[in-house]
């Protein structure tokens, strides 16, 4: 990669990923329930206060742990520290999928969106993380603005549309 003339450092490889999370949880069997009974990562690796999970047999995606947070409430909405988790489904369906898990174990969602580049719900897990599950759509599919840049939005997402897949409906 090349430098740049005004003295900022050259960027991160394109190749860069962001590996896994690690959360601090307050109980974790219920914590467990819900990343491996509702949202389905399975389980790797237990050890005492933490569990790890995996989506497709990774060594870990989510880290879970209790070391320094057992039985200790929520962090404060209005405190600095982590916003959401992103996790990326690999298509709508799978999306779609996991919301219906998320409804049908009563786990509120606390928003939707269409974000023009993905489309994502918004919730908290059960220690008031917030989560974001969300699918990208092609690259060559997203907004553009004038220049080529890309261009996101936020608009209302068609869950009922989203949903429909979960039940065996059709991309349009």
Aim: with cysteine.
């Amino acid at each position: 990669m090349q430098g740049r003339d005004d003295g900022a450092v050259a960027g991160v490889p394109p190749e860069t990923r962001i590996g896994h999370v690690h959360l601090k949880v307050s109980d974790l069997a219920r914590a467990e329930a819900f990343y491996a009974g509702v949202l389905g990562f399975q389980v790797t690796q237990r050890m005492p206060g933490a569990v790890f999970l995996s989506a497709g047999g990774y060594h870990h995606h989510i880290g879970l742990n209790t070391w320094e947070s057992a039985g200790a409430p929520p962090a404060p909405r209005r405190a600095a520290g982590l916003y959401h988790v992103a996790i990326l489904f690999p298509d709508r369906r799978s999306l779609a999928l996991a919301v219906q898990r998320l409804l049908e174990a009563g786990h509120p969602l606390e928003g939707a969106a269409d974000h023009g580049v993905s489309e994502a719900v918004y919730l908290r897990d059960p220690d008031g993380n917030g989560l974001e599950l969300y699918c990208d759509r092609p690259r060559e599919a997203w907004p553009r603005d004038a220049r080529g840049g890309v261009a996101m939005y936020t608009r209302a997402l068609d869950l009922e549309g989203l949903l429909a897949l979960a039940e065996g409906g059709r991309e349009d």
